[in-house]
């Protein structure tokens, strides 16, 4: 394995393994409101923007989240 991969495959691991489940069922649900048919396993067949689109909902989401609890709403 080259140094490149190593730093790539190290950035795909959760900072929180036990979070990975609650993750999952957060990216269905985002791309399930954004009309993306996003399925479980193999999903070569989105494009980029629609998995874009996903992964931007859900960043947004935990930063507005994140926020909510920093405010102490």
Do not use: D, W
């Not at 009309?35 to 999903?43: A, E, H």
Request: proline share 3%.
């Amino acid at each position: 394995m080259t140094s490149s991969n190593q730093s790539t495959s190290s950035s795909n691991r959760m900072a929180v393994p036990e979070a990975k489940e609650a993750m999952n069922r957060m990216k269905m649900e985002v791309a399930s409101e954004l009309g993306v048919p996003l399925t479980q396993g193999y999903n070569g067949n989105l494009t980029s923007a629609q998995n874009g689109s996903v992964g931007g909902e859900m960043v947004r989401q935990m930063i507005k989240k994140q926020e909510e609890s920093m405010s102490g709403k």
